[in-house]
């Protein structure tokens, strides 16, 4: 994502709008930044995946399911699956949207079907022995009946073994 700066006179603005400038624009920062508010919204603590069962899935495992995303062109999923990883774990609707470059009349019906696919393969021919799927979608609890989904999160299993990773790399 690239920096954008926006100048603009804001000496005529009443102290109300200033206020409700200055809101949007740290909305717009939490959003961009790491999608904070969304994780908020949906896990009590982001930190949660550092306890988080592994339930048989390791780096391999992971590791696989990132290198079939790229080789099936699932772009857009797999820079979904790190931003959420990089969140804690959650991945809001609109930036999917985002990183997908997409349209307002995009559908995102069978979105996670490529890694429920891989996940398949996983279980088949690389011995995981799990009944985590890799992602799931996130609705509102409090709709009933159909309704788009929110976003999505990967399991904690795997957001702890990256991200335990990941601190291991940067320690050395």
């Known amino acids: 994502m690239t920096n954008t700066i926006v100048q603009f006179d804001v000496t005529e603005f009443t102290p109300e709008q200033l206020a409700q400038l200055k809101a949007f624009v740290d909305s717009l920062r939490l959003d961009a930044d790491s999608d904070s508010k969304e ?5 009590d603590d ?3 995946w550092r306890e988080a069962d592994l339930d048989g899935w390791t780096l391999e495992h992971v590791d696989y399911l990132r290198k079939r995303l790229q080789e099936k062109g699932k772009d857009v999923q797999l820079a ?4 959420a990883i990089r969140n804690g774990g959650f991945v809001s609707r609109e930036s999917v949207y985002r990183l997908g470059d997409y349209g307002p009349d995009r559908r995102l019906n069978n979105w ?16 995981l022995e799990s009944e985590t799927l890799p992602v799931a979608a996130v609705y509102d ?11 999505y ?3 904690q299993g795997i957001v702890r073994l990256v991200r335990e ?3 291991r790399l940067t320690q050395a």
């Open 46 to 48: 982001p930190q949660l």
């Open 153 to 155: 999160r990967v399991f």
């Open 141 to 151: 609890r409090a709709v009933s009946g159909y309704q788009r989904a929110r976003g």
């Open 112 to 127: 996670i079907a490529p890694f429920n696919s891989i996940y398949e393969e996983l279980v088949e021919d690389r011995g």
């Open 80 to 83: 979904a699956f790190d931003l």
């Open 165 to 167: 990773r990941e601190e």
């Open 39 to 43: 994780i908020y919204e949906t896990e």
